[in-house]
């Protein structure tokens, strides 16, 4: 089965700052990474995907880089903002069929105003 | 539309009791999945649903039991809830593959077994 790792578990930065996310995925077969915020008490939310047709998605401060070759993905946030401090977890999957994501273990991004 | 709802938000159990979870979407959605959700361990899927009637155990089933009677109700059972399954359970529903791929998760049920 897939097997996605996650690292790094807490990242802590000044607001302003970039983060980085990374992943890596052990099954070839996976077409489909979504990523995922949730805020502390509040349920996971979708903030962007990527499809292993594209090596790059954009939406505003967050971007995703995928490369299907090393098998990994890395989720990129600029600027970042108190607002951002949450948990951020990868998934991987293919998605035809079942469609059963396999989740990362999760970030712990903390924003220092 | 409320969307993704749980049922009940908090519960606390003695060791050997039984219970169920309640999820409910309105969205129409084929795909309904059970994941608990504890520190550091990320999301672990415990069943899930492709459509009404049908269940599937998924990466940690043991001491849970689901049905899924109506297309928008997906149960997750407890027999003899066990310490171990302290836990937060997070319900998620997702439409159909041609629908796209974005799960939409529940608020969360945080269960404590003494």
């Known amino acids: 089965g897939e097997n996605v790792e996650q690292h790094p578990s807490t990242l802590s930065v000044q607001e302003g700052d970039s983060a980085v996310i990374k992943c890596t995925y052990s099954d070839s077969a996976s077409n489909y990474f979504p990523w995922y915020k949730q805020e502390l008490g509040k349920r996971p939310q979708l903030i962007i995907d990527?499809?292993?047709?594209?090596g790059e998605k954009k939406d505003q401060r967050i971007a995703v880089t995928l490369n299907k070759t090393a098998k990994h993905f890395s989720l990129h946030i600029t600027e970042t903002q108190p607002e951002d401090s949450a948990v951020y977890f990868c998934?991987?999957?293919?998605?035809?069929?079942?469609?059963?994501?396999?989740f990362g273990r999760g970030t712990s991004l903390i924003v220092h105003p | 539309n409320a969307g993704v709802t749980q049922t009940p938000k908090f519960r606390v159990l003695k060791t050997g009791q039984s219970m169920t979870l309640l999820c409910a979407q309105d969205?129409?959605?084929?795909?309904m999945y059970w994941y608990r959700q504890d520190p550091g361990m990320g999301l672990r899927l415990i069943h899930y649903?492709?459509?009404?009637?049908?269940?599937a155990k998924g990466e940690v089933p043991d001491g849970y039991n689901v049905s899924r009677l109506k297309k928008q109700n997906f149960l997750l059972g407890l027999e003899s809830a066990a310490p171990s399954q302290t836990s937060v359970y997070f319900c998620a529903s997702r439409p159909g593959t041609s629908r796209g791929n974005e799960q939409f998760f529940g608020p969360g049920t945080r269960l404590t077994v003494l």
């Open positions: 990527i499809r292993s047709n594209v």
């Open positions: 998934a991987a999957s293919y998605s035809g069929g079942s469609y059963i994501p396999t």
């Open positions: 649903s492709v459509g009404e009637g049908t269940t």
């Open positions: 969205m129409n959605h084929e795909y």
